[in-house]
């Protein structure tokens, strides 16, 4: 039997609510009143720069003015700024605003029995002229009067308050686009491109030196969104064009593709020509593709993997789609719920506690996964590893909103499969559970409902349940990717981020035997696993097992033996050193976003092909032709 080879989580970066994801500076912002003084400072300081309220130069952060600033004055004269302008707040009107959000009005001009008479231009003139319509030329020659005899119908211009004013969005003056030449991409791509490109610099690898390690079609990219590209460089422009009376762009429509947070890293950020997928599985698409590179790194398809979404929803038509299904938190139902006059617009989204709908958010989560042999061969550094990823759906369903029974058999797999192969111990005692937690009344018991069952079959207590939608919102394809970087932040520093926007637990939820609370909770030992648990519209259910860098590592030694791993962390260190520097670097604001454009294309008049190897220019291994027949059995 052949053993399977260990996704391993070598490089994650990416950008939401919170901040930078590398360097677990987002996971620092959601628990930053418990962090040590040097690490809260820091992680202000790199959101003070990304706001642009500092700017490091000339080997200082100084204000705007030119003054050099410490670390402490930075956070006495920004810190208040930096906590106001990141995770979930009010939308701002960068976006559009929300008191006054634009739409248009139907109405029918007319005066009675009498014909409606209007002056226009000829060139105005719809196409073709209503057959009612009796034209008269003006003196001007370019103007006609028109006589409407059964009126005309218009569009006005008019502004509405829209129902629900907050989401998780980027810390407040951040300009994703600024951060390479994003001339027409939607904000989704942009987020994409910053995500993947911080994620890759993170494992502290040169790029080159990975593609030279293994075959051109061992690299893989997996990697999606769920409502595609809706600004108006993408679809929305697109769907918008004809009522607007303007001209569809070419980018529009191949821009607009839910493909493109995949392809977009392909084409300008790898130069990729190995395995690529898009998949979708509503909010649990991250752990979608997820579970598509892991397993095909197990099987051994795939030797690194890059695996992400990137979601940008903060558009009023989504917000609109979304509210009037009743799923999004409106400041009626939240002022109904407090018994106040105003709601508190950062306390939207209150998973497990007395709650009215999630939150919108936007965001880009990017991991890079290699298998544990490649790991060893180049140092690279061990965040975390993926165990296993369950899907399951729902069966018949009443409604497509509706949770069902699959998640039951999903997080029941995923726990099953850590005992297995961690033990009951890691499972039971050194474990927790980063929640779909979507704020819903009714995922807050459904949800909970099932930890408990899970809790007690398995002889659980006191299961850590974290909830991260409270700090960042619901980011839709991303949001299990917001999961997953909490974690590896949770591993590091051993603090589970509470439910700071809850006074308490539901008295509907089932809690008792869960650990769900209100402030932040200082692990009493370090986790082994966290399980990750999704929940989609249309019954897309996903559960995924990630193991702690300490299990990992002690994984390697097994398999590979202490010499071995000894000259596997020997390399390590050059490795988190380079990773280091790109970290401080990014901290002052040089994030170096990796785009080609137009750089380093295949001639293909280059390509050379036998009956056993594809050779492509720029590529130091060839792809294999060689196959083993799997069906030997079956053929003569």
């Not at 890293?265 to 599985?281: C, D, E, M, R, W």
């Not at 998973?351 to 544990?372: C, I, K, R, W």
Request: glycine share 10%.
């Amino acid at each position: 039997m052949s053993l399977a080879r260990l996704p391993i989580i070598v490089g994650f970066g990416g950008f939401n609510a919170a901040g930078r994801s590398s360097g677990h500076h987002a996971y620092r912002r959601m628990v930053i009143e418990s962090l040590p003084e040097l690490d809260r400072q820091e992680t202000i300081a790199g959101l003070a720069v990304m706001m642009g309220l500092v700017v490091f130069a000339d080997d200082a952060y100084r204000d705007l003015e030119g003054n050099i600033l410490s670390l402490g004055e930075i956070e006495t004269r920004f810190g208040g700024q930096v906590l106001d302008g990141t995770l979930i707040r009010r939308i701002d009107k960068s976006f559009f605003d929300v008191d006054a959000a634009h739409w248009q009005k139907s109405a029918t001009l007319g005066a009675g029995d009498s014909p409606l008479v209007f002056e226009i231009r000829k060139r105005d003139l719809p196409e073709p002229v209503p057959s009612d319509w009796k034209l008269e030329p003006m003196e001007d020659g370019d103007r006609v009067r028109v006589t409407a005899p059964s009126g005309l119908e218009v569009k006005f211009d008019s502004y509405r308050d829209l129902p629900v004013k907050s989401a998780g969005q980027l810390p407040r003056g951040f300009n994703p686009g600024s951060l390479y030449n994003s001339h027409y991409h939607p904000r989704a791509l942009q987020l994409a491109v910053i995500g993947a490109s911080d994620a890759i610099q993170s494992t502290g690898l040169d790029w080159q030196q990975v593609m030279d390690s293994v075959r051109p079609d061992q690299v893989g990219v997996y990697a999606s969104n769920v409502m595609s590209q809706m600004d108006e460089n993408g679809f929305g422009g697109l769907l918008q064009s004809r009522l607007k009376g303007s001209r569809v762009s070419a980018k529009q429509c191949p821009l607009g593709l839910n493909t493109m947070p995949a392809d977009f890293v392909n084409a300008y950020i790898l130069g990729s020509v190995g395995q690529t997928g898009a998949i979708t599985g509503a909010c649990a698409s991250f752990l979608y593709n997820l579970q598509a590179a892991a397993d095909d790194i197990a099987s051994g398809k795939c030797r690194v993997a890059v695996v992400g979404c990137a979601e940008a929803p903060i558009v009023a038509e989504i917000i609109d789609g979304y509210a009037t299904m009743g799923a999004l938190a409106s400041e009626e139902k939240l002022r109904k719920l407090d018994g106040v006059e105003e709601a508190d617009p950062r306390r939207t989204s209150r998973p497990f506690g007395e709650n009215a709908g999630f939150t919108m958010a936007e965001a880009s989560q990017y991991v890079v996964l290699m298998d544990d042999a490649l790991v060893i061969e180049l140092g690279a550094d061990v965040h975390g590893a993926i165990g296993d990823v369950f899907i399951n759906a729902d069966g018949f369903k009443k409604s497509i909103s509706a949770p069902g029974p699959g998640n039951y058999i999903t997080m029941a797999k995923a726990v099953a499969s850590a005992r297995a192969i961690l033990g009951d111990e890691s499972v039971c005692k050194r474990s927790m559970i980063q929640a779909h937690g979507s704020s819903t009344p009714q995922n807050r018991v459904t949800e909970s409902q099932i930890f408990d069952q899970i809790a007690q079959v398995f002889g659980i207590t006191g299961w850590p349940v974290a909830a991260v939608k409270a700090y960042v919102g619901h980011s839709l394809s991303a949001a299990s990717g917001e999961q997953l970087i909490a974690s590896l932040g949770i591993f590091k520093y051993g603090i589970i981020p509470g439910i700071k926007t809850i006074d308490k637990v539901a008295d509907d939820v089932f809690a008792e035997r869960l650990q769900i609370s209100t402030s932040d909770q200082l692990c009493r030992q370090p986790l082994d696993v966290a399980f990750l648990n999704s929940k989609g519209f249309g019954g897309n259910n996903a559960t995924a097992s990630v193991f702690a860098p300490h299990v990992v590592e002690s994984m390697l030694q097994r398999r590979y033996g202490e010499a071995a791993y000894a000259s596997y962390d020997d390399k390590r260190k050059d490795v988190r050193t380079v990773a280091t520097a790109y970290d401080r670097a990014a901290l002052q604001g040089n994030f170096s976003t990796i785009y080609h454009f137009g750089e380093g294309l295949i001639d293909e008049s280059l390509i050379k092909v036998d009956c056993e190897h594809v050779n492509l220019p720029g590529f130091v291994q060839a792809v294999d032709l060689v196959f083993a027949n799997r069906y030997a059995d079956m053929c003569n």
